[in-house]
């Protein structure tokens, strides 16, 4: 099972760091990541894989939302069926 992970907020040193380190200790592996940041503001998504995680899905959705909030961007996990779903034109 794989998921969506977005990151949006102002540039500033650490956040691929905390964000992957959290993702590591939940058993969470990164399978793809871009990110790009225009006149300092920072974008980042990832697709990961969310077949074992340390704790359930909902957990992940609570936990990463206040990682960003130490950090100061939202963060945002979506299973990848429903990311398609809404992103469908």
């Known amino acids: 099972m794989r ?43 990832m697709i990961v894989d969310i077949s074992a995680p340390a704790k359930s899905f909902e957990e992940l959705v609570v936990e990463l939302q206040q990682v960003g909030e130490e950090i100061g961007v939202q963060i945002k996990i979506q299973h990848e069926d429903i990311f398609n779903t809404m992103h469908r034109v």
Do not use: H, P
């Open 3 to 45: 998921g969506i992970i977005t990151v949006l907020g102002n540039d500033k040193v650490g956040i691929i760091a905390k964000v992957c380190s959290y993702l590591a200790e939940q058993n969470v592996n990164i399978l793809d990541i871009s990110q790009t940041i225009v006149q300092n503001y920072f974008n980042m998504m």
